[in-house]
Protein backbone atom coordinates (compact mmCIF):
# COMPACT_ATOMS: atom_id res chain seq x y z
CA UNK A 1 0.00 0.00 0.00
CA UNK A 2 0.71 3.67 -0.46
CA UNK A 3 -0.19 5.92 2.39
CA UNK A 4 -0.68 9.57 1.62
CA UNK A 5 -1.84 13.00 3.32
CA UNK A 6 -3.74 15.07 0.71
CA UNK A 7 -5.10 19.08 1.38
CA UNK A 8 -8.75 19.09 1.40
CA UNK A 9 -10.15 22.09 2.73
CA UNK A 10 -7.19 23.71 4.43
CA UNK A 11 -6.72 20.04 6.26
CA UNK A 12 -4.82 17.09 5.58
CA UNK A 13 -6.94 13.93 5.02
CA UNK A 14 -5.35 10.37 5.09
CA UNK A 15 -5.85 8.07 1.58
CA UNK A 16 -4.31 5.34 -0.18
CA UNK A 17 -2.89 5.92 -3.86
CA UNK A 18 -4.47 3.58 -6.20
CA UNK A 19 -3.94 3.90 -9.52
CA UNK A 20 -4.08 7.39 -10.31
CA UNK A 21 -6.48 7.78 -7.67
CA UNK A 22 -6.27 9.05 -4.00
CA UNK A 23 -9.07 6.54 -1.60
CA UNK A 24 -9.99 8.72 1.09
CA UNK A 25 -9.52 6.53 3.76
CA UNK A 26 -12.20 7.52 6.50
CA UNK A 27 -15.12 7.93 3.64
CA UNK A 28 -14.00 4.66 1.78
CA UNK A 29 -14.36 2.81 5.05
CA UNK A 30 -17.22 3.58 6.35
CA UNK A 31 -18.64 1.68 3.85
CA UNK A 32 -16.97 -1.39 5.64
CA UNK A 33 -17.39 -2.88 8.92
CA UNK A 34 -13.91 -1.12 10.49
CA UNK A 35 -14.30 2.51 10.31
CA UNK A 36 -10.80 4.48 10.08
CA UNK A 37 -9.55 7.69 10.71
CA UNK A 38 -8.35 10.46 9.01
CA UNK A 39 -5.50 11.50 10.35
CA UNK A 40 -2.18 8.79 10.28
CA UNK A 41 -0.88 9.01 13.44
CA UNK A 42 -4.22 7.69 15.12
CA UNK A 43 -4.11 5.35 12.04
CA UNK A 44 -0.94 3.21 12.87
CA UNK A 45 -1.81 3.65 16.97
CA UNK A 46 -4.72 1.20 15.93
CA UNK A 47 -1.82 -1.14 14.97
CA UNK A 48 -2.40 -4.12 13.01
CA UNK A 49 -6.02 -4.79 12.99
CA UNK A 50 -5.89 -0.97 11.35
CA UNK A 51 -3.52 -2.22 8.42
CA UNK A 52 -5.56 -5.60 8.10
CA UNK A 53 -9.08 -2.70 7.16
CA UNK A 54 -6.34 -0.94 5.02
CA UNK A 55 -5.20 -3.68 2.72
CA UNK A 56 -8.69 -4.72 2.18
CA UNK A 57 -10.09 -1.67 1.47
CA UNK A 58 -6.85 -0.99 -0.74
CA UNK A 59 -7.51 -4.68 -2.36
CA UNK A 60 -11.23 -4.09 -3.19
CA UNK A 61 -10.18 -0.49 -4.80
CA UNK A 62 -8.43 -2.08 -7.47
CA UNK A 63 -12.11 -2.56 -9.20
CA UNK A 64 -12.52 1.12 -10.43
CA UNK A 65 -15.91 1.41 -9.68
CA UNK A 66 -15.46 0.65 -6.02
CA UNK A 67 -15.81 3.31 -3.23
CA UNK A 68 -16.82 5.87 -6.02
CA UNK A 69 -17.63 8.49 -3.96
CA UNK A 70 -14.53 8.59 -1.67
CA UNK A 71 -12.12 8.64 -4.73
CA UNK A 72 -10.24 12.08 -5.92
CA UNK A 73 -7.72 12.39 -8.82
CA UNK A 74 -4.72 12.41 -7.90
CA UNK A 75 -3.74 15.19 -10.05
CA UNK A 76 -6.23 17.13 -8.73
CA UNK A 77 -5.31 17.77 -4.87
CA UNK A 78 -2.05 18.65 -3.27
CA UNK A 79 0.40 15.94 -1.16
CA UNK A 80 1.17 17.09 1.93
CA UNK A 81 4.09 14.85 3.67
CA UNK A 82 2.59 11.25 4.29
CA UNK A 83 3.51 12.30 8.04
CA UNK A 84 2.75 16.26 8.52
CA UNK A 85 3.84 15.78 12.09
CA UNK A 86 5.89 13.14 13.26
CA UNK A 87 6.00 12.08 17.22
CA UNK A 88 9.56 12.42 16.78
CA UNK A 89 12.50 12.90 13.93
CA UNK A 90 16.04 11.05 14.31
CA UNK A 91 18.46 10.97 11.32
CA UNK A 92 21.01 8.98 11.30
CA UNK A 93 24.23 8.66 9.39
CA UNK A 94 24.62 4.95 7.95
CA UNK A 95 26.27 5.39 4.61
CA UNK A 96 29.92 5.01 5.42
CA UNK A 97 30.95 6.18 1.68
CA UNK A 98 29.18 10.10 2.28
CA UNK A 99 30.93 9.64 5.68
CA UNK A 100 34.27 8.91 4.24
CA UNK A 101 34.00 11.39 1.57
CA UNK A 102 32.74 14.38 3.55
CA UNK A 103 35.96 13.66 6.50
CA UNK A 104 38.45 13.25 2.86
CA UNK A 105 36.87 16.55 1.58
CA UNK A 106 37.87 17.94 5.29
CA UNK A 107 41.08 16.78 5.12
CA UNK A 108 40.79 14.35 8.14
CA UNK A 109 40.80 10.81 8.66
CA UNK A 110 38.37 8.32 8.71
CA UNK A 111 36.20 8.34 12.32
CA UNK A 112 36.33 4.59 14.03
CA UNK A 113 33.79 5.48 16.04
CA UNK A 114 31.21 5.03 12.87
CA UNK A 115 31.72 0.95 13.54
CA UNK A 116 31.00 1.13 16.93
CA UNK A 117 27.61 2.13 16.90
CA UNK A 118 24.98 3.93 14.48
CA UNK A 119 24.85 7.68 15.42
CA UNK A 120 22.07 9.81 14.63
CA UNK A 121 20.45 13.48 15.47
CA UNK A 122 17.08 14.84 16.62
CA UNK A 123 15.58 17.27 13.91
CA UNK A 124 12.54 19.61 13.82
CA UNK A 125 9.40 17.50 13.55
CA UNK A 126 7.75 20.55 13.59
CA UNK A 127 9.00 21.51 10.33
CA UNK A 128 8.58 18.76 7.67
CA UNK A 129 7.10 19.78 4.79
CA UNK A 130 5.98 17.66 1.47
CA UNK A 131 6.57 18.31 -2.51
CA UNK A 132 5.94 21.59 -3.36
CA UNK A 133 7.28 24.95 -2.39
CA UNK A 134 9.96 25.11 0.37
CA UNK A 135 10.17 28.43 2.01
CA UNK A 136 13.88 29.81 3.25
CA UNK A 137 15.36 32.70 5.24
CA UNK A 138 17.94 34.97 3.64
CA UNK A 139 20.57 33.14 5.71
CA UNK A 140 20.00 29.68 4.48
CA UNK A 141 20.74 30.29 1.06
CA UNK A 142 24.05 30.59 2.57
CA UNK A 143 25.29 27.39 0.87
CA UNK A 144 21.75 25.92 0.47
CA UNK A 145 21.91 21.98 0.42
CA UNK A 146 19.52 19.22 -0.16
CA UNK A 147 20.46 15.53 1.29
CA UNK A 148 19.17 12.20 -0.52
CA UNK A 149 17.72 9.91 1.62
CA UNK A 150 15.38 7.63 2.61
CA UNK A 151 13.04 7.21 5.82
CA UNK A 152 11.12 4.72 7.92
CA UNK A 153 8.26 5.36 9.61
CA UNK A 154 7.51 3.67 13.41
CA UNK A 155 4.95 1.64 12.96
CA UNK A 156 3.91 0.12 17.00
CA UNK A 157 5.37 1.24 20.22
CA UNK A 158 8.77 -0.46 21.68
CA UNK A 159 11.41 -0.17 24.04
CA UNK A 160 14.53 -1.79 24.17
CA UNK A 161 14.12 -3.62 20.02
CA UNK A 162 16.44 -6.33 19.47
CA UNK A 163 17.82 -5.86 15.74
CA UNK A 164 16.65 -9.06 14.80
CA UNK A 165 12.99 -8.00 15.69
CA UNK A 166 13.59 -4.46 14.52
CA UNK A 167 11.69 -4.65 10.63
CA UNK A 168 8.67 -5.45 12.59
CA UNK A 169 8.21 -1.97 14.19
CA UNK A 170 8.53 -0.53 10.36
CA UNK A 171 5.01 0.24 8.94
CA UNK A 172 6.75 1.84 5.71
CA UNK A 173 9.21 3.16 3.75
CA UNK A 174 9.68 6.98 1.99
CA UNK A 175 11.48 9.10 0.73
CA UNK A 176 13.78 12.49 2.65
CA UNK A 177 15.65 15.32 1.59
CA UNK A 178 17.27 16.52 4.96
CA UNK A 179 17.73 20.07 3.95
CA UNK A 180 20.49 22.10 4.96
CA UNK A 181 22.04 25.81 5.28
CA UNK A 182 25.80 24.61 5.61
CA UNK A 183 27.35 27.80 6.47
CA UNK A 184 25.12 27.87 9.11
CA UNK A 185 25.87 24.13 10.03
CA UNK A 186 29.32 24.82 9.99
CA UNK A 187 29.67 27.53 12.37
CA UNK A 188 27.01 26.06 14.75
CA UNK A 189 28.93 22.70 14.74
CA UNK A 190 32.47 24.52 15.85
CA UNK A 191 30.99 24.36 19.16
CA UNK A 192 30.73 20.61 19.27
CA UNK A 193 27.02 21.01 19.80
CA UNK A 194 24.21 20.76 16.85
CA UNK A 195 23.64 20.80 13.89
CA UNK A 196 20.39 22.98 14.93
CA UNK A 197 19.52 25.82 12.82
CA UNK A 198 21.34 24.65 9.99
CA UNK A 199 18.89 22.28 10.19
CA UNK A 200 15.59 22.75 11.82
CA UNK A 201 13.94 25.21 8.97
CA UNK A 202 12.93 22.33 6.97
CA UNK A 203 13.22 18.62 6.21
CA UNK A 204 10.89 17.21 3.44
CA UNK A 205 9.66 13.68 3.11
CA UNK A 206 6.80 11.89 0.60
CA UNK A 207 5.44 11.94 -1.97
CA UNK A 208 3.57 8.57 -0.10
CA UNK A 209 4.32 5.94 2.66
CA UNK A 210 4.79 2.46 0.95
CA UNK A 211 4.63 -0.60 3.18
CA UNK A 212 6.99 -3.23 3.37
CA UNK A 213 5.02 -5.67 1.32
CA UNK A 214 5.41 -3.25 -2.59
CA UNK A 215 9.06 -3.74 -1.74
CA UNK A 216 9.38 -7.56 -0.94
CA UNK A 217 11.35 -8.07 -4.55
CA UNK A 218 13.82 -5.92 -3.88
CA UNK A 219 14.44 -6.97 0.46
CA UNK A 220 18.05 -8.20 0.86
CA UNK A 221 17.22 -10.06 4.63
CA UNK A 222 20.12 -10.49 7.24
CA UNK A 223 20.56 -11.64 10.65
CA UNK A 224 21.39 -7.40 11.16
CA UNK A 225 18.31 -6.26 9.80
CA UNK A 226 16.54 -6.05 6.08
CA UNK A 227 18.51 -3.76 3.06
CA UNK A 228 16.28 -3.29 0.31
CA UNK A 229 18.16 -2.53 -3.20
CA UNK A 230 16.62 0.65 -4.72
CA UNK A 231 18.10 2.69 -7.08
CA UNK A 232 18.29 6.63 -5.42
CA UNK A 233 18.57 9.66 -7.54
CA UNK A 234 18.89 13.44 -7.09
CA UNK A 235 18.86 16.27 -9.74
CA UNK A 236 18.77 20.22 -9.39
CA UNK A 237 16.65 21.63 -12.53
CA UNK A 238 16.52 18.23 -14.23
CA UNK A 239 20.37 17.66 -14.17
CA UNK A 240 21.07 14.35 -11.83
CA UNK A 241 23.72 15.06 -10.16
CA UNK A 242 23.39 12.31 -7.34
CA UNK A 243 23.12 8.73 -7.41
CA UNK A 244 23.38 5.64 -5.26
CA UNK A 245 21.66 2.75 -3.41
CA UNK A 246 19.80 2.05 -0.39
CA UNK A 247 21.50 -1.54 0.10
CA UNK A 248 24.71 0.39 0.64
CA UNK A 249 23.38 1.34 4.08
CA UNK A 250 26.64 0.18 6.56
CA UNK A 251 24.22 -0.01 9.47
CA UNK A 252 20.43 -1.23 8.51
CA UNK A 253 17.06 0.54 9.61
CA UNK A 254 16.85 -2.41 12.25
CA UNK A 255 19.86 -1.70 13.98
CA UNK A 256 19.74 2.01 13.83
CA UNK A 257 15.94 1.08 15.84
CA UNK A 258 17.81 -1.21 18.04
CA UNK A 259 20.45 1.85 19.47
CA UNK A 260 17.55 4.57 19.16
CA UNK A 261 15.33 2.23 21.29
CA UNK A 262 18.07 1.66 24.11
CA UNK A 263 15.75 3.17 27.25
CA UNK A 264 13.46 4.84 25.23
CA UNK A 265 10.07 3.81 23.97
CA UNK A 266 9.79 4.67 20.09
CA UNK A 267 6.08 5.58 19.49
CA UNK A 268 3.42 4.95 16.41
CA UNK A 269 4.32 8.07 13.96
CA UNK A 270 8.19 8.28 14.91
CA UNK A 271 10.32 9.05 11.56
CA UNK A 272 13.75 7.92 11.21
CA UNK A 273 16.21 9.05 7.96
CA UNK A 274 18.86 6.94 6.64
CA UNK A 275 21.40 9.74 6.21
CA UNK A 276 22.42 10.58 3.16
CA UNK A 277 23.51 8.26 0.40
CA UNK A 278 27.15 8.57 -1.07
CA UNK A 279 27.18 11.65 -3.76
CA UNK A 280 23.62 12.81 -1.99
CA UNK A 281 24.46 16.17 -1.56
CA UNK A 282 25.79 19.27 -3.11
CA UNK A 283 28.49 19.52 -0.13
CA UNK A 284 29.84 15.91 -0.69
CA UNK A 285 29.66 17.26 -4.72
CA UNK A 286 31.64 20.17 -4.49
CA UNK A 287 34.55 18.57 -1.55
CA UNK A 288 35.00 15.93 -4.50
CA UNK A 289 35.51 18.54 -7.57
CA UNK A 290 32.18 17.07 -9.07
CA UNK A 291 30.72 20.08 -8.87
CA UNK A 292 32.26 23.68 -8.57
CA UNK A 293 31.05 25.18 -5.33
CA UNK A 294 27.34 25.09 -6.74
CA UNK A 295 24.48 25.24 -4.35
CA UNK A 296 20.89 25.47 -4.52
CA UNK A 297 19.35 28.59 -4.82
CA UNK A 298 15.70 31.14 -4.93
CA UNK A 299 13.65 29.35 -7.91
CA UNK A 300 15.74 26.54 -8.26
CA UNK A 301 14.17 22.50 -7.96
CA UNK A 302 15.19 19.64 -6.27
CA UNK A 303 13.47 16.20 -7.01
CA UNK A 304 14.46 13.09 -5.11
CA UNK A 305 13.76 9.69 -6.47
CA UNK A 306 14.06 6.19 -4.81
CA UNK A 307 12.71 3.17 -6.88
CA UNK A 308 9.28 2.09 -5.51
CA UNK A 309 9.27 5.42 -3.17
CA UNK A 310 8.13 7.65 -5.86
CA UNK A 311 9.83 11.10 -7.05
CA UNK A 312 9.81 14.02 -4.54
CA UNK A 313 10.24 17.69 -5.64
CA UNK A 314 10.57 20.41 -3.66
CA UNK A 315 11.19 24.35 -5.28
CA UNK A 316 13.01 27.18 -2.84
CA UNK A 317 11.09 30.08 -2.32
CA UNK A 318 12.41 33.37 -0.55
CA UNK A 319 9.89 33.28 2.86
CA UNK A 320 7.56 36.13 3.05
Known amino acids: MKFVTYL ?28 LPNDIIPFLRLGESAMKAARKIDEIAKDANAFRSARIAADSVKLLAPVPRPTSMRDGYAFRQHVEAARRNRGVEMIAEFDLFPVFYFTNHQAVIGPGPMEVMPEHLNKLDYELEAAIVIGKEGRNIKASDA ?21 EMKLSLGPAKGKDFATAIGPYLTTKDELASHRIPSDRGDRYELIMMASLNGQELSRGNLKDMSWTFAEIIERASYGVTLYPGDVIGSGTVGTGCLLELNGSKITNNLWVQIGDTVTCAIEELGELTNTVIASK
Open 167 to 187: DEYIAGYTIMNDWSARALQME
Open 8 to 35: SNGAGRLGLLVGNDILDLERASAETAYP
